[in-house]
């Protein structure tokens, strides 16, 4: 168990529609980063917060948003989905700076699997 | 970003070593080796990590080539719980994300 919690575990939406997707951290990290995860394929980085603010985006369009609270807990927005959004999201804690020695350690959720028909 | 290079999957049997390479010829000298893997249905999971020297822990070892062009992730013996895709990850990019491959699906057999 890594502490990081996610929900809702399963969802199907059709394409056109908006999703909001939920990750609570591991108590006392204060940074996020969220990851896509197709089929077959390894997780592709999205975007990462920290302390509330963005400070990092992988390739992916404007459509793809997020929020970190003040509590750490943070939401991905999907909106307009395509049937190529249907994925694993997975989102990972970590604090920074890292404690002495864990480098740059991430800590998963299990994930949410988005279907998109 | 340096790339690394894993096969795309190996097998083993129960409660036998399981070496699994990685290469990473174009690493720089502060990149740091990082394994993750990732059980059936689950999210990836922290393995091992090291810059130079080997690194063992309560999972696994990480013996680290003395040119750092190569690593391998050693499970002692490896169990049905290890049936897994195991990454190897050279850092994070430049925000300290992880940047993925395709690891190495392992099988286990009893």
């Known amino acids: 168990e890594t502490g990081v919690t996610q929900s809702p575990t399963h969802l199907i939406k059709t394409r056109g529609q908006q999703v909001t997707l939920r990750c609570s951290s591991q108590?006392?990290?204060?940074?996020v980063s969220w990851y896509q995860q197709a089929l077959g394929q390894g997780p592709q980085f999205i975007f990462q917060y920290y302390r509330e603010e963005e400070n990092g985006r992988g390739n992916f369009p404007p459509r793809f948003s997020g929020l970190q609270f003040p509590n750490y807990s943070s939401e991905l927005n999907v909106n307009a989905l395509e049937l190529d959004d249907s994925a694993l999201y997975l989102c990972?804690?970590?604090?920074?700076?890292?404690?002495?020695?864990?480098?740059?350690?991430?800590?998963f959720g299990p994930g949410t699997r988005l279907l998109v028909l | 970003d340096a790339k690394t290079t894993q096969p795309n999957s190996m097998e083993s049997n129960e409660e036998e070593p399981v070496h699994l390479p990685c290469n990473h010829s174009?690493?720089?000298?502060?990149?740091?080796i990082h394994w993750y893997r990732q059980l059936p249905s689950q999210g990836p999971e922290y393995v091992i990590h090291?810059?130079?020297s080997n690194v063992n822990n309560r999972m696994a070892s990480l013996a680290i080539a003395e040119d750092r062009k190569s690593s391998t992730l050693i499970l002692h013996r490896a169990t049905l719980r290890d049936a897994a895709v195991y990454y190897c990850i050279l850092r994070g990019g430049s925000q300290g994300n992880l940047i993925f491959g395709k690891g190495t699906k392992l099988s286990v057999k009893p």
């Open positions: 174009t690493i720089s000298g502060t990149d740091y």
């Open positions: 090291g810059l130079t």
């Open positions: 108590s006392g990290h204060n940074t």
């Open positions: 990972a804690s970590r604090h920074q700076p890292p404690p002495p020695g864990q480098g740059e350690t991430q800590y």
